[in-house]
Structures are given as C-alpha cells and as structure tokens.
Nanobody, 125 residues
Framework: QVQLVESGGGSAQAGGSLRLSCAAS????????MGWFRQAPGKEREGVAA????????SYADSVKGRFTISQDNAKNTVYLQMNSLKAEDTAMYYC??????????????????WGQGTQVIVSS
C-alpha cells in the first residue's frame, strides 16, 4: 500500500502563503489521482484540489480556485499545494490523499484511497 508523507503547513497571516508537500512511496494505480482535502473543527471534510498524476489535469474547489495551485514532480513522486492569498477560513487540517478514483465530485473526494496523517494550517486575520 502506498504511503504518503506530508510536510509544510504551519501558521500564516491572512493574505500570506504556505506550501504543502506530499511524497508518495511510489506511483501505482492507487496514486492515479492525488490531492488534498481539509477538515476544520466542527465542519465536514472538503476536497480542495486534485491532480491526475498521469497527465497533470487538475481540479479545484470553488473556495480555493485562483488562490491555490496543485502541481507534481513525477521524478520525486511528490505533489505540492501552493496556497496563496490565504484566508482565515482556510484554517484546517490538510490531508494528502491518493486514490484510483477521479475527483468527479471533488467536494467528497476521495471516496476511497489512502491519506496521510495531516498537517495543520492556521491562518490568522
């Protein structure tokens, strides 16, 4: 089973930037799609961004479109989430995820797969 190791995150001021990284132990069918979802206290889990590792096609939640960018480095089996223009409502635990299932319904992605232990993002206004 693929393992995901997240890094990055931390605290930032509103309007600032942070970058998350997610290194996969290998690219397999289970990492056909990789991305991030987040969960804030008392709120439902929300898919944020995903990428098709075989071709680079990306998907974004409306709440982050234009502010967040997901990218990949296939040589390093690593996916990145560049978060700019951060808002207080971006505060959440962010989880890297890998799934063979496409993010057709990104809000609830992934319905199955593997995810990391999470990294905290705190944005202060």
């Amino acid at each position: 089973q693929v393992q995901l190791v997240e890094s990055g995150g931390g605290s930032a001021q509103a309007g600032g930037s942070l970058r998350l990284s997610c290194a996969a132990s290998g690219y397999t069918s289970s990492t056909k799609y990789m991305g991030w979802f987040r969960q804030a206290p008392g709120k439902e889990r929300e898919g944020v961004a995903a990428i098709y590792t075989g071709g680079g096609v990306t998907s974004y939640a409306d709440s982050v479109k234009g502010r967040f960018t997901i990218s990949q480095d296939n040589a390093k089996n690593t996916v990145y989430l560049q978060m700019n223009s951060l808002k207080a409502e971006d505060t959440a635990m962010y989880y890297c995820a890998a799934s063979p299932l496409s993010p057709t319904n990104l809000k609830h992605w992934p319905p199955m797969g593997t995810w990391g232990q999470g990294t905290q993002v705190i944005v202060s206004s």
